[in-house]
């Protein structure tokens, strides 16, 4: 039996490749919206990050999700980014 293929992506802020369960995805619709993705299948342009207080930070500094999204992410976003890992800690 063909073992079945797991898909990988790669984090904005650490570039390591996981797969696609373990990371948080953030995406910016059509109408310019940021928002974060829970289920994965949401329509527009998607960022994976990983879900470690540390990525979040790194991603930040280095504007990891805005040159992934090209646009700039409103504090909000970074926040509600926070709140989700925390849950998930």
Known sequence: MANKKIPLRKCVACNEMKEK???????????????LDATGRKNGRGAYI???????RLARKNKGLERS?????????????????????
């Open 21 to 35: 369960k373990e990371m948080i995805r953030v995406i910016k619709t059509p109408e310019n919206e940021i928002m």
């Open 50 to 56: 990983c879900a470690d207080p540390g990525c979040l």
């Open 69 to 89: 999204l090209k646009t700039a992410i409103p504090q909000e976003v970074y926040e509600s980014l926070e709140k989700e890992m925390s849950t998930l800690a």
